[in-house]
């Protein structure tokens, strides 16, 4: 019986280690349209959802700037892990601090697409692997194509044009830098700020996005510059 059991969870573990090995590549493919796994849970639970994808050329380069700079700064330099800031949060925990985010734009696609919500060291563990393996697969436009088009900015609204008509009803193309940098804030916590109706915090946090989007140059060289 046991022997059974540790099959079942062998072969489980194959298949799931096998669904971002197969998808990945397809993934590559431009007229593919990736999902995240909460908007299949919302799918597949019928829950109201909206999510309307559109390519990169579509969406302001402001928003995108603004993304990479408050999210990833070191996006267009690192192999889908930021190994610096990964050894200062591994420094921080077995000092016994608390420890910050570092997680880049490739590992919440990676765990957008493929994991859970939550805080898990189990989860970023695997992410680590699934980022790299993206980073490797897929050019930064796409991941960044793919980011911005599952990313959750409230419950139900799903990826940057959903979330540009949701809250300033206008597309994702016409966004600009004070909505871009709202919109950005929004993305650590989206169930509980509002871009369309911003607190102080979010204005300080907002001004910040601002500065960095227009002093970005060469961090945000490897994607596309066209609106």
Not at 171 to 189: D, G, Y
Request: glycine letters at 6%; a neutral charge.
């Amino acid at each position: 019986m046991l022997r059974k059991i540790v099959i079942a969870a062998i072969l489980s573990g194959l298949v799931l280690a096998a669904i971002p090995l197969i998808l990945v590549p397809v993934y590559t493919i431009q007229p593919v349209h990736p999902v995240s796994t909460l908007i299949l849970r919302d799918h597949f639970t019928f829950r109201p959802y909206l999510r309307d994808w559109v390519d990169l050329e579509e969406i302001a380069p402001v928003m995108r700037y603004s993304v990479i700079m408050s999210e990833d700064g070191q996006f267009c330099r690192h192999d889908g892990v930021d190994w610096v800031e990964m050894k200062a949060v591994v420094d921080q925990f077995l000092d016994g601090e608390e420890t910050r985010g570092a997680s880049t734009i490739p590992m919440q696609t990676a765990k957008n697409l493929f994991l859970w919500n939550g805080r898990s060291y189990v989860r970023k563990a695997i992410e680590l692997p699934l980022a790299l393996y993206l980073n490797l697969v897929v050019s930064k436009d796409r991941i960044l194509e793919i980011y911005l088009n599952i990313a959750e900015w409230d419950e139900g609204i799903y990826g940057i044009e959903a979330a540009s008509q949701h809250y300033f009803g206008q597309s994702a193309s016409s966004l600009t830098e004070r909505q871009a940098a709202l919109l950005t804030v929004t993305l650590p916590n989206p169930a509980g700020r509002n871009p369309a109706a911003p607190t102080r915090r979010m204005n300080a946090l907002a001004d910040r996005v601002q500065r960095l989007a227009r002093a970005s140059g060469d961090y945000v060289g490897c994607v596309k510059t066209e609106a």
